[in-house]
C-alpha cells in the first residue's frame, strides 16, 4: 500500500522540483556580486569613517502589494551594503512588514521606538500608514522619510516626516498641462485603482484638467481585478486620453493589450507608478516620473549601479530608486553626524537630516529638503514608450 | 453599436466565466463526494499558472518558443493539469482524509490552513515578482491574430479558453455519466458506506474525483494566464473566491450548476461594468448572487437538502 | 471511515490507552480530568495577571502588542457566540467590527465634524452594531450551513466595498460628492476617547480600558452561556429540528446570538479606531477573519477560555517573529516541543536529538572540507553562537534552498506515514533539513514564515486535535 503513495510523492516532488529549478534559475546568476566598485551617485569619497547606527525599514514585504515591498527592501539592502563597502561604516537594517496595512504599521512602529539601535525609519511606503504611525515617531524625535507616500497633508502633519517624492499635488496638473496642451485632449477618462496614492492623484488630475477646459470621465477598478475587457468595451469612441494613476504596471501592461485586442486606438498615459520599463510596454503610451529613467540616465556612475542591482536582485521597476535614495539620506545624515564626532542619536540625525544637501544622487537630481520635510525642486519628466519598449523622454 | 456591444461584453462575459467555471466545477466535485468546501482549491490553480509558466519558459519563453506554438500550448496544459492534479491529491491525502469524520468545521479550517500554507510558498519558492505569459508574443492579437467582425473584436486566446472549457466540460460530464469511475463517483455522493457495500472503494474514488477537480483548476490556471497574463502568488484567493461562489449559486455538488454558476458570474460582472459602473462592479455581482441565494437558498440547480429525523 | 464490520470503540482502544502515557502524559490526564466548571474559574485566576502586564513590560510597543492581544481576544469572544455556542457558519463577522470603528469615527472625528461624548458613542455604537447583526442574522432563517457562510461572506466584501466608494457618491439632494467614508484614505484623525472625566491618551491606557471592557465580556458570556438562552443555543446548534420540536425558538436564537456577536465586535472596532486614531477599508479585509476564526479554532470553539487561549497565541506570536533571535528560540523550542509530542518515550527523543547534532556537526564538517566558500557563518549571538558550526548555512544558492524547502515539505509528511525504526531514521535528517531551511531562508523573512507556520499549524491541529486545544470533543449528525 505504501508503494502508490510512494511514487506519487516522488512524482509531486519531481513536479515541484522542476518548478522550483525554474525559478531559482531565473533569480541568481551568483557571482556573489554584491557592490560594485564605483562611486555610486552622490557620495563625497571620504576616506573610511566608523559609524554604527540600525535604521528601520518598513514596508508590505509580503501581502498584496510585496511586488512592490520586496523591491523596496532589494534597494535599500542594496544602499546599505554599497555604502558600507565604500565609506567603512557599519549601517544595518531592521525589517518591519506591514503589508501596507495601517493596523500592522502602528505595532512596527512601536517596536521600532523601542529598538535603541535604530536611529531613523525608511518608509513606510503607504500614506495611510504614515497616518498611522506619524504621531508616534513624532513623539519619538524619530526621523521617518519615504521613498512612495505621495499625499500632500503628510509632510505637514508630522514634523519628523520627510520624503524623497513629490506629492499628488505636483503630479496631478505637470500631467494636466501635458495631455491639454501638447496631446490636445478633450476628453479624458480617468481610471483609478482605489489606492489612496490612485484616487489623491485622480482628483488632483481631474481638477487640473477641468481647469485647463477638458471634460474628465471617471471610473475605478480595484487592484487585483482580473480582467479590463469590460471596462475597455465601455471606453467611449471619443476618448482622447486614458489616464492611468495605477500602482501595479503589470495590470497597465494587460489593460493596454486587451486596449489594442478590442481595436481601440486611445493613448494611455501613466502616472510614476507605472514607469517600469520591463512591466509596462505599450508603445505609445506616456508615462510620468519624478525623476528621469535611471536606466537612461548619462551618469556611467549611475549605470554601473544598476547593473549590480540588476544582476543580484533582478529586474525592478519605479518604487526601488526612491528607497535606495531615501537609505542614503539617512546614511549620509548618520555618517554626518559620526564625521562630527558625536554618537548617531536620533535627534542628531533628525537635526542632521533638515541639512541634507546631497548635490547628486541616483534619482539623478540634487536632494534638500524644504521646511516640511519635501524635497526641492521636484519636477516631473514625461516620457513615452516606443515600439521597442524603450521609454522616450519627450518632457 | 449597441448589438455589438452587447454581444462584445457576452464574449468578455464569456471567457472570464470560463475560467470561473472551471474552478468551479472543483468545488461542485469534491463537496458532491466529501461535503467539504476545498479552500485551497484557489492555490491548486494558481500552482497550476505558475506550472504552466515555468514550463513556457523552460521552452525558450513567448518571443521565441522552441517548438510551434500548438504544441507548446498542448504540452503547458498537460503539465499544469498532471502538476495540479498531483498537489490536489497530496493535500487530500494529508489534510483531509484524517478528518473525515471530524465535524464539518475542522476540513474547513484545515483547507484555510493549506491554502495559507501554499500561498506562503509560493511566496517563498517564486518570490513576489509578477510573472507573464506575454500571450501577444505567442499568439498576437493585432489582425492577424483576431476575428474582426464590424466593431466586434474577438481574440483568438479567448476562442481557444472558451472553446477549449466547452470541450473540457463535455469530457466531464461524459465522464460522470458514462464510465464506471463516473458511476462510483456519483454512488459514492449518495452514500459512501452503501458504495463500499457495493464493493467500491470510497478512497480510490476520492482520489481519482481530487484529481479530475484540481487538473480542472490547473487548466483554469494556464488559461487565466493565456487571456490575462498576470501570475502571481495571490492569484489563488480571489480567483477561488470566485469559483467557491459559482459553486454554490449553481448549487454545490452539482455538476451542471457549476457551469452555470460560473458563467453567471462572469456575465454579471462583464455586464455591470459595461452598462452600470466598474467602480461598484463588485458590489453589484455580490448583490445579485445575494438575491439569487435568497430567493433559490439551494443554489439554481440545486436539490433541496432532505433532513432525516 | 472505519471498516465495515468492525467497532470503532474497539479500535481506538489502543489509541486511548496511549494517549496519557508519555512525557505529556500526566499533563494531559490532569488536564481532562478537571470539567469545565472549574476549569473555567482557573481561567479567571490566570488572567489575573494581565492587570500586571503593563508594569512588568514597560516598552510601548510590548503593550501594544497586548493592546492587540485584547482586541483579538474578544473578537474571538464575539465569534465563538456565533460559531462556537450557535454553530453558525458566519464569515462577515469582521464587517461588524469595522461597522463598529467607523461609526465610532463618524461620530467623534472631523469627518462630519460631529464630537459626541464617548459615553454616548458607545451605547450607540453598540446598539447599531446589534440592530446590523439582527439585519445580517436575516438570512440564517432560510439558509443553512455553507448557503450562510458564503451570503455572510459576501456581506464582509460588500462592506469593504462601500467603505471604500462611499467617498464620492454625490446624493440627489446635493450638487457635490458626499464623502461619508473617506474612501481609501479613511478617516484619519479621530477624538481620543474620555470617559466620566477619564482621558485615554497613550497606549497603556487603552489597554486598561480594554481589559475592563474584557472583564466585562468574559464575565457576561459565561452566565449567559450557563442560562437557558446558551442551553438553547447548544440545541440548535447540535440539532435544530429536534430543538423546534422541544418549543425552542431557533429562529429567534439565531438572530441573538448575531446580534450579540455583532454588538461584542462593535465595541472592540470603536476602541480599535480610538487606538489607531483612524479607521481605513483595509484594517477589515478577509485576512483578519481568517486570523480571527484560526484563533478560535486553534483555541477550541465553544469555549471562552479556549476564544482567549487561541487569541492569545495568534495575535502574539507574529510578533515573537519579527526579531531573528526571538524568532530562532521559538522555533528551535516548537521543533523540541513537537519532538515530545510526537515521539513517546522521551529518552528516545534525547536519543533522537543527540543524533541530529552528531549528523549536523559531521555534515557541516564534510561540506567546509569539499566546497569552503559556500559555507557562512550565522551572525547574530545567543543561539546563534551555539549554531554557529552546526546549521550550514549557504551564500547565494536560492535554488538549493528551495529544493530544500521542498524537501522538507515531501519528508514531513512522508513521516506522518511512518512508525518505528524508520521514522526514527529519517526524524534525524529531517531536523538538520529543517534546521537548515530556517536559517537560510525563513528567519530572514518573518512574515513569510509568519503565514507559512500559521498554515501549518492549522492543518496540523485540525489532524491531530480538532477540538481545539480547550473545546469538548464533538461528533456530528451524520448527514
Known sequence: MKTPRFWLLLALVAVLAVGAAACGGDDDEDDGAAAPETTGGGDTGGEAVDCTASIGIMGPFTGDVAAIGQEQLNWAKFAVDTFNEERGTSFELVEGDTQLDPAQASVVAPQFVDNDAIVAVVGPAGSQEVDAVGGIYSDASMAFISGSATATNLTEDYETFYRVVPTDADQGPTVATYMVEELGAQNVFIIDDQSSYSTGLADSATAALEDGGATVSRESVSQDQTDFSSLVSAVADDTDVIFLPWQVAANAQLFGNQLAEQGKDVPIFGSDGLFSPDDFKVAGSYVSSFAPDITGLDDPAIQDMVAAFEDEYGDFGTFGPPTFAATTVVMEAATAVCEGGEEPTREAVLEQMDQTDLPDSILGQPISFTENGDINDATFFIFQVQDDGSYQLVE | ?309 | MSRIGSDDWVEQQELRSEYYTGFTGPARKAFDRVGPGPRFFAFLAICAIFPFFPTVADSDFLIRVGVNVLLFALLALGLNIVVGWAGLLDLGYVAFYGFGAYMYAWLSSSQFDVHLPTELVIPIVITASAGLGLLLGLPSWRLVGDYLAITTLFFAQIFVELMLNLDRLTPPWRDEPLDVTGGPNGIPGIDDMRIFTIDFEQTRDYYFLLLAIFAVVVVGLYYINESRTGRGWRASREDPLAAELMTTPVNRLKLLAFAMGAAVAGLTGSVFAAVQTGVFPQNFEVALLIMIYAALILGGAGSISGAVLGAIIIAAVPEILRTPENARYLFYGVLIASLLIVVRPWKRVAGIVAAAIVFGFAAHEIVALIWPDVVVGVEDGGLGGLLDSWVLVVDDHETLVNFAFVFLVAAVLILTQLRGESRMLLLIPTIYLAAFVWENRLVAEPSVTRQLLFGAILVAMMTKRPQGLLGTPRVENPI
Do not use: C, W
Not at chain 2, 75 to 80: E, G, K, R, V
Not at chain 2, 257 to 273: K, N, P, R, V
Open chain 2, 1 to 309: 453599436m449597441d448589438v455589438d456591444f452587447f454581444v462584445q461584453q457576452l464574449v468578455n462575459g464569456l471567457t472570464l466565466g470560463s475560467v470561473y467555471a472551471l474552478i468551479a466545477l472543483g468545488y461542485s466535485m469534491v463537496y458532491g463526494i466529501l461535503k467539504l468546501l476545498n479552500f485551497a482549491h484557489g492555490e491548486v490553480y494558481m500552482f497550476g499558472a505558475f506550472i504552466g509558466y515555468f514550463v513556457l519558459s523552460a521552452l525558450g519563453g513567448a518571443s521565441s518558443p522552441s517548438i510551434p506554438v500548438a504544441p507548446l500550448l498542448v504540452i503547458m496544459f498537460l503539465a499544469a493539469m498532471l502538476g495540479a492534479g498531483l498537489l490536489g491529491v497530496v493535500i487530500e491525502r494529508y489534510a483531509y482524509r484524517p478528518l473525515r469524520n471530524a465535524p464539518r468545521i475542522a476540513p474547513l479550517i484545515s483547507a484555510i490552513g493549506v491554502s495559507f500554507f501554499l500561498q506562503a510558498s509560493a511566496l517563498l519558492l517564486f518570490t513576489a515578482q509578477f510573472r507573464t505569459y506575454d500571450t501577444p508574443q505567442l499568439i498576437p492579437i493585432d489582425t492577424t491574430g483576431r476575428i474582426d467582425a464590424g466593431p466586434l473584436h474577438i481574440s483568438l486566446t479567448r476562442i481557444l479558453v472558451i472553446v477549449s472549457t466547452i470541450g473540457l466540460m463535455i469530457a466531464l460530464t461524459l465522464l460522470v455519466s458514462r464510465t464506471r469511475l463516473g458511476k462510483a463517483m456519483r454512488a459514492v455522493s449518495y452514500d459512501r458506506e452503501a458504495a463500499a457495500m457495493m464493493g467500491i472503494d470510497p478512497d480510490k474514488v476520492i482520489v481519482a474525483t481530487f484529481f479530475i477537480g484540481s487538473a480542472l483548476a490547473g487548466a483554469a490556471g494556464v488559461m487565466f494566464g493565456l487571456v490575462f497574463e498576470r501570475v502571481f502568488h495571490l492569484m489563488g484567493f480571489t480567483a477561488g473566491l470566485k469559483g467557491f461562489t459559482a459553486a454554490v449559486i449553481g448549487g454545490i455538488g452539482n455538476i451542471p450548476g457549476a457551469m452555470l454558476g460560473g458563467l453567471i458570474i462572469g456575465l454579471a460582472e462583464s455586464f455591470s461594468t459595461g452598462y452600470i459602473s466598474s467602480t461598484f462592479q463588485n458590489l453589484i455581482v455580490f448583490g445579485i448572487l445575494i438575491v439569487i441565494l435568497l430567493v433559490r437558498p439551494t443554489g439554481l440547480l440545486g436539490s433541496p437538502v432532505l433532513k432525516k429525523v
